[in-house]
């Protein structure tokens, strides 16, 4: 995982450790970083702070005759970049759940996110892991447009153990999230999820339908999941539905596979959102809370 941003990583503390720090020397590695970290999927507008804030810091250092410049610069590009994640702060899902639950009333959270993204699984896994913490979960088959979707959906919640509120294809998706939070509220369930049709940036029938659920069941949250191998198109992704609904947070799918690592590093900076949990797997256990220290530290080695 992250692979090619470690290796730019590496290259960096070598460049910059067997450098004399004067602004001319010092600027012509930063722009040759600057460069590898958006060929990394890097947003632009994150390079450029990142290399901005690391000029600022770097160019007052002066390494001991015995020390170690390799791990001073390693830990001034560390805190750089754990800035740069952690920026957005925090959305502690399950506790706002476990909030929910003493007020006595469900949690309800809705998903967007286009076709592809992990969006359905990652209802599921979420679902899952709410299970094992001793939740109660009901799903809601709001993607009533594409083929296969509420089977799909049907599959993860026999897999899991959960109920899921249906109608047949076709059906008003806010119809179907209003009856599985009514649903919820009457059988004293914790946690309503609600799965979206893949909403496509160009098509307004669907984005007015995303809204008219937000509208009908005012989803406590609502997150958007985007998959961390489509690089700068989660970014746009996140604009597009953001200009629709308001993200509360953000679920980055197979992080697992991710070799470049940009996404990670950019997406909460952009949108101004936190990542609360990211894809590790294909198992229903495969999703864990987003650890800004835990990616920096593999990503610096």
């Known amino acids: 995982m992250f692979d090619r941003l470690k290796n730019q990583f590496a290259d960096f503390y070598d460049r910059v450790t067997k450098t004399e720090l004067k602004d001319k020397d010092l600027d012509r590695v930063l722009e040759e970083f ?3 970290l958006i060929q990394s999927d890097v947003a632009v507008t994150v390079a450029d702070h990142v290399c901005s804030v690391l000029k600022e810091k770097l160019s007052d250092v002066q390494f001991a005759r015995f020390s170690n410049p390799r791990d001073r610069v390693r830990a001034i590009l560390a805190d750089v970049l754990f800035s740069v994640m952690d920026r957005a702060g925090k959305l502690d899902l399950f506790g706002f759940v476990d909030k929910k639950r003493e007020e006595g009333v469900p949690a309800v959270i809705a998903f967007v996110g286009i076709n592809g993204t992990g969006k359905t699984t990652s209802i599921a896994k979420l679902a ?3 299970q094992e913490r001793g939740r109660t979960v009901l ?7 594409r083929s296969g979707s509420i089977e799909q959906l049907e599959e993860h919640a026999r897999r899991i153990g959960v109920k899921v509120i249906k109608h047949q294809y076709g059906a008003d998706p806010a119809a179907v999230a209003f009856d599985a939070v009514n649903y919820a509220r009457a059988h ?3 946690v309503v999820l609600i799965d979206t049709a893949g909403r496509i940036g160009t098509n307004v029938n669907l984005l007015e339908e995303m809204r008219k659920i937000v509208r009908v069941t005012r989803p406590d949250l609502t997150i958007l999941v985007v998959d961390a191998l489509t690089a700068n198109d989660a970014l ?3 604009k597009t539905f953001s200009g629709a609904v308001s993200i509360d947070g953000i679920i980055l799918a197979k992080l697992d596979a991710d070799v470049k690592g940009g996404s990670a590093v ?3 900076y952009v949108m101004g959102k936190p990542v609360v949990m990211v894809g590790t797997g294909q198992g229903y256990n ?4 987003f650890n800004p220290e835990a990616i920096v530290k593999n990503l610096l080695g």
């Open 34 to 36: 600057q460069l590898e």
């Open 236 to 238: 746009e992704q996140g």
């Open 266 to 268: 950019s997406l909460s």
């Open 139 to 145: 799903l809601a088959a709001s993607d009533t447009y």
């Open 128 to 130: 899952h892991l709410l």
């Open 188 to 190: 004293g369930v914790n």
């Open 286 to 289: 495969d999703l864990e809370l």
